[in-house]
T-cell receptor, first 113, second 113 residues
Framework: DQQVKQNSPSLSVQEGRISILNCDYT??????FLWYKKYPAEGPTFLIS?????DKNEDGRFTVFLNKSAKHLSLHIVPSQPGDSAVYFC????????????FGKGTKLTVNP | ETGVTQTPRHLVMGMTNKKSLKCEQH?????MYWYKQSAKKPLELMFV???????ENNSVPSRFSPECPNSSHLFLHLHTLQPEDSALYLC????????????FGDGTRLSIL
């Protein structure tokens, strides 16, 4: 039973537009959420995180939104750039710790020039 | 070198071979992890070492044997693997403090003949 779900395997957007990647979770004990980006032949790279005490966290072009009641988080990339083309993984953990991360399957984002 | 380094990057082995994967982190972290990523599946946590002590074994078969001689090095010893063990094996490290992310190596692509 998957506790972290990324229901869209792929997403394609035009350069300059907004990319919205979605993630749903089932475990209400999760209180720390992260997004990782992965290029082919490289390991995942940490992008941005959010604690459950917040509903939004911004870092440059990247914003993560958390809706605890819906058990849903999303990553917004504005404006999208071709270099953002990668697989994006959502991850979650309990008690704010980074030890036991539960990952989604990932969404492949393609940003077209 | 900086970050998390994994060797080898690619490994092909027969089912009766014995080999080892190596991971080294240069980030001063106190926890290290092994993950398995199979096609179309989420990253699966295999083992966690915290201050060199194994704190998590996620029901991994005994043909996978981890070793953590110090907080900077982590090994995964492989013996009598099965074809379904072919996957990308990722190492990660973190400072086990609330809200800090894991940092990943680029992985070892393992193929079992």
């Amino acid at each position: 039973d998957q506790q972290v779900k990324q229901n869209s395997p792929s997403l394609s957007v035009q350069e300059g537009r907004i990319s919205i990647l979605n993630c749903d979770y089932t475990n209400s004990m999760f209180d720390y959420f992260l997004w990782y980006k992965k290029y082919p032949a490289e390991g995942p790279t940490f992008l941005i995180s959010i604690s459950s005490i917040k509903d939004k966290n911004e870092d440059g072009r990247f914003t993560v939104f958390l809706n605890k009641s819906a058990k849903h988080l999303s990553l917004h990339i504005v404006p999208s750039q071709p270099g953002d083309s990668a697989v994006y993984f959502c991850a979650a953990s309990v008690q704010g710790g980074s030890e036991k991360l539960v990952f989604g399957k990932g969404t492949k984002l393609t940003v077209n020039p | 070198e900086t970050g998390v380094t994994q060797t080898p990057r690619h490994l092909v082995m027969g089912m009766t071979n014995k080999k080892s994967l190596k991971c080294e982190q240069h980030l001063g972290h106190n926890a290290m992890y092994w993950y398995k990523q199979s096609a179309k599946k989420p990253l699966e946590l295999m083992f966690v070492y915290n201050f060199k002590e194994q704190t998590e074994n996620n029901s991994v078969p005994s043909r996978f044997s981890p070793e953590c001689p110090n907080s900077s090095h982590l090994f995964l010893h492989l013996h009598t693997l099965q074809p379904e063990d072919s996957a990308l094996y990722l190492c990660a490290s973190s400072q086990v403090v609330q809200g800090l992310p894991q940092h990943f190596g680029d992985g070892t692509r393992l193929s079992i003949l």
